[in-house]
T-cell receptor, first 114, second 116 residues
Framework: EAQVTQNPRYLITVTGKKLTVTCSQN?????MSWYRQDPGLGLRQIYY???????DKGDVPEGYKVSRKEKRNFPLILESPSPNQTSLYFC???FGQGVRSPLHFGNGTRLTVT | AQKITQTQPGMFVQEKEAVTLDCTYD???????LFWYKQPSSGEMIFLIY??????QNATEGRYSLNFQKARKSANLVISASQLGDSAMYFC?????????????FGAGTRLAVHP
């Protein structure tokens, strides 16, 4: 089954404790990205990747890191999480990057930073 | 800058009736794509329907159709014969040609409740 898999689904952590949210897709998509969803703000892009070893910042990259060492994986790293990073996170992938390429989303990771 | 506006924070509809969820967008680009996504209470984002700015016909996918009025810059989602399982949050989104890779611009969403 074609899918984007994120783990974990739920995560509660404390301020400053490094964490990684994993994302993997099995569709051989070149393009992957991370979004965060906050009430009233919709989804905002954190980082995106066009291919292996090629990444760039989205709209809200502060406090996040990513890496793309393999085509299928695109982990999101929070080196020192803070409470304002409490949010619902989505990984997404698409075959192309043009206007006709719908994003396929993972099931989301609900992160709480205390 | 591109922007998506969904003016209905919440909508109610009776089961089996049709409902229209509004979406307006602001862009100076001529080429762009418009998407609708559904987010049930379980949290996942489900792609519903796509409309390209140069598509001459309104997009349809099963019970979903998109009422695309380019001059008005609106892309309303119409759900026919609502079902209880349609209760969810619905997001309108746009990808502009120069918006960056994978970069969807989302509206704030409309929460739809379908009543039996």
């Amino acid at each position: 089954e074609a899918q984007v898999t994120q783990n974990p689904r739920y995560l509660i952590t404390v301020t400053g404790k490094k964490l990684t949210v994993t994302c993997s897709q099995n569709m051989n998509h070149e393009y992957m990205s991370w979004y965060r969803q906050d009430p009233g703000l919709g989804l905002r892009q954190i980082y995106y990747s066009m291919n292996v070893e090629v990444t760039d910042k989205g709209d809200v990259p502060e406090g996040y890191k990513v890496s793309r060492k393999e085509k299928r994986n695109f982990p999101l790293i929070l080196e020192s999480p803070s409470p304002n990073q409490t949010s619902l996170y989505f990984c997404a992938s698409s075959f192309g990057q043009g206007v006709r390429s719908p994003l396929h989303f993972g099931n989301g990771t609900r992160l709480t930073v205390t | 800058a591109q922007k998506i506006t969904q003016t209905q924070p919440g909508m109610f509809v009776q089961e089996k009736e049709a409902v229209t969820l509004d979406c307006t967008y602001d862009t100076s680009d001529q080429s762009y794509g418009l998407f609708w996504y559904k987010q049930p209470s379980s949290g996942e984002m489900i792609f519903l329907i796509y409309q390209g700015s140069y598509d001459e016909q309104n997009a349809t996918e099963g019970r979903y159709s998109l009422n695309f009025q380019k001059a008005r810059k609106s892309a309303n989602l119409v759900i026919s014969a609502s079902q209880l399982g349609d209760s969810a949050m619905y997001f309108c989104a746009m990808i502009p040609p120069g918006g960056g890779y994978n970069k969807l611009i989302f509206g704030a969403g409309t929460r739809l409740a379908v009543h039996p």
